[in-house]
């Protein structure tokens, strides 16, 4: 038979699972806010799409955070800015190359179907 742990024991894996689980919240209010935010950049970028669409964009003050300027003058990518990666966007993948070939060959093959909007496409 094992020998039954002592109190003491027991308090302190009960304080390290609650150190987890505050720890698991924090993340999940972190996802949250950056979810938060890129429905914003959606609904901003569906926006201007749909106005230019009509025929009439116009650039207004935006939905979302804006991108502040870094130390050495450019801009940083909104995947940075959100800490999403600083995976480097001018140098695509083999795989994203098959992706944008898929997904030209998926346009030109759906002719002139009716327009989704951008929220319809993510299931917002």
Known sequence: MEPEPTLRILLNAINTLSL??????????SQGK???QLLAVCKETNNLAR?????QA???????????????????????QLGLGD????TPSKQSEVQLDTIQ???KSQG????????????V
């Open 20 to 29: 987890q689980v505050g720890s698991l919240q924090d993340q999940v209010k």
């Open 34 to 36: 950056t979810i938060q």
């Open 51 to 55: 106005a230019k669409d009509q025929g």
């Open 58 to 80: 116009k650039l207004g003050p935006a939905a979302g955070p804006s991108t502040p300027p870094d130390q050495q003058g450019a801009k940083p990518t909104l995947l940075k």
């Open 87 to 90: 995976k480097d966007l001018e």
């Open 105 to 107: 060959r998926k346009k």
């Open 112 to 123: 002139k179907k009716s327009k989704r909007s951008l929220a319809e496409h993510l299931g």
